[in-house]
């Protein structure tokens, strides 16, 4: 009887929507990658095209997932996959341009990093108990700006553009986690 106590198997019901929502984000993350390929491949329309389809897709996985349409596995493989858009199409522009144009590179680069920076500040002080605010609104915007460089050639000022908008977010971040812990 012990035995079957330790492998006891606990079934949850999933909030309605699960599927539809998690279906979603899991698309959004293929035409992610499928980005990324056609970006390293020199096709930057498609790859624009491909990053803007995915970037409606995790938007509106993540909203859903965030408020009610989503369990905690979806709240998780929200984050995860934002940070995978941010890795396979800011990466992949990062290594087109670096023999071509090093500003391109290093501003998607910095774009790349400071994303990721600003998700951390963000889960570090919620692991930490502190209310950290999350925006969509920033994130969306991001993916825009690259989006429109990708498919009108502005990669230069879209993409300095999103780094600041993303180191904004990290300060922004750190100082709501400062004045909770003075408070």
Known sequence: MARFQRLQIRFQRQPPGTAITRSGLIAGGLLALAAAW????????????????????????????????????????????????????????????????????IAALAALCLSFLSSYVRARGASLAYSVEESHITRGVRYALAVAGLVFGWLRWTLWVAAVLSALAAFVRTTQVAREERA
């Open 38 to 105: 056609w970006i390293v491949g020199r096709e930057p329309l498609l790859g624009g095209a491909a990053a803007g389809a995915s970037a409606t897709l995790l938007l509106i996985g993540g909203h859903r997932a965030n408020h009610g349409a989503g369990g905690p596995t979806d709240r998780m493989l929200d984050d995860l996959l934002d940070r995978a858009w941010d890795g396979a199409v800011l990466g992949a522009i990062a290594w087109t341009e670096r023999s071509g144009s090093a500003s391109i590179a």
